[in-house]
């Protein structure tokens, strides 16, 4: 598996990674990896959506001597000179900071395109004046807009649905242009529904699986947006960790400037996810009590159907999805119930 080949390659050979948004889901769990890996991080985040409980999970995951690897600085990537700082001496960058939630952006949309247009300029502009040429970058599976193509194509896209999604868009046309006019190595990631160890349940804009988890923990209401029958491409954190490390580290130039689907390959329900969730739950706490769920509006902006062709990530990646819905699912679940900061 060239994600085993890679992990090896690193290990005999440390490189110096910027993770941007660390705090965060997506960001602590790339920063765990990397850092057991030997390799150096630094790290930033503003602590707006990210948790700083979430860097002592990292420091209590890896050894006192891979700890002392890693570099945290508290910033904004909204603010240039910052993000010029914070890419000096770098190798390799990760750019995970982000305000993630359609609704949110719908709300609020100024502030969204502060943290995930501007900042992401800031963030790619200062990479070219400190000479760093590895850009790997979170992108979306809002891009796909309301294309009601199955599965989904990198080439092919719909129209927008959210200023989220403009925003995602413009990440990408920003690596594209940064790649053929500066020679960036830029790499997007469109991530479809991602989930798994310390994401945030609480929050209007929490994500769908770790709320749900903590709702039927608490014994209280779940609500499922529409008829339940909307479907999702739920990949698990690992499958992520492993596509930013291949984008940051492949030597396939054809990856250069484009953006690839982050995903499992698979689909699922609202409903049947429910279900599955209910009973993994019980299947752990069998005197648990969960109750139905209630039904409410279609929420605004949403995607009714995602699955994603994961083909180019194979072919240009060597990308190999370690982990389905089911056996994500379950380590997650055991997270949830075991990690106190995972249901408060």
């Keep these: 598996m060239q994600y085993g080949r890679i992990k090896e390659q690193l290990k005999n050979s440390p490189k110096t990674w910027l993770v941007t948004g660390v705090a965060g889901f997506i960001g602590s769990n790339l920063a765990e990896e990397l850092l057991k890996l030997n390799q150096k991080v630094k790290a930033l985040d503003n602590f707006v959506t990210g948790h700083r409980y979430n860097l002592e999970h990292i420091k209590n995951a890896v050894t ?93 896209t719909g129209n927008l649905l959210s200023p989220y999604a403009v925003t995602k868009m413009v990440d990408e046309l920003y690596g594209g242009v940064f790649r053929k006019t500066y020679g960036i190595e830029s790499i997007g990631l469109r991530y479809f529904n991602v989930f798994g160890k310390r994401q945030d349940p609480n929050g209007a804009y929490a994500a769908v699986m770790p709320k749900w988890i903590a709702q039927m923990l608490n014994g209280e209401d779940v609500y499922i947006n529409g008829d339940g029958e909307t479907s999702r491409d739920f990949t698990y954190i690992d499958n992520v960790v492993q596509m930013n490390i291949l984008a940051g580290t492949t030597t396939n130039e054809k990856a250069f400037g484009e953006a690839f689907n982050a995903a499992a390959g698979g689909r699922e329900t609202l409903n049947n996810l429910y279900t599955a969730i209910s009973a993994g739950l019980k299947q752990e706490i069998p005197e648990l009590e969960v109750k139905e769920p209630i039904y409410r509006d279609f929420r605004a902006g949403d995607i009714r159907h995602s699955n994603a062709n994961i083909d180019k990530a194979k072919e240009l990646l060597g990308y190999e999805p370690t ?18 900061k995972g249901i408060k």
Aim: charged residues 25%.
């Design 64 to 156: 006192p001597e891979q700890w002392n690897n890693f570099i945290f600085e508290e910033g904004d990537i909204t603010d240039y000179e910052f993000c010029f700082k914070m890419t000096k001496d770098v190798d390799i960058i990760l750019h995970q900071a982000a305000l993630g939630s359609v609704p949110r952006s719908i709300d609020d949309p100024i502030t969204s395109n502060a943290s995930n247009a501007t900042g992401f300029l800031n963030m790619i502009t200062a990479a070219k004046e400190n000479g760093v040429k590895r850009f790997v970058y979170a992108s979306s599976s809002s891009v796909y807009g309301d294309s009601e193509e199955l599965p989904k194509v990198e080439s092919r």
């Design 323 to 340: 982990h389905t819905l089911e056996t994500g699912l379950k380590e997650s679940i055991t997270w949830y119930i075991n990690d106190i």
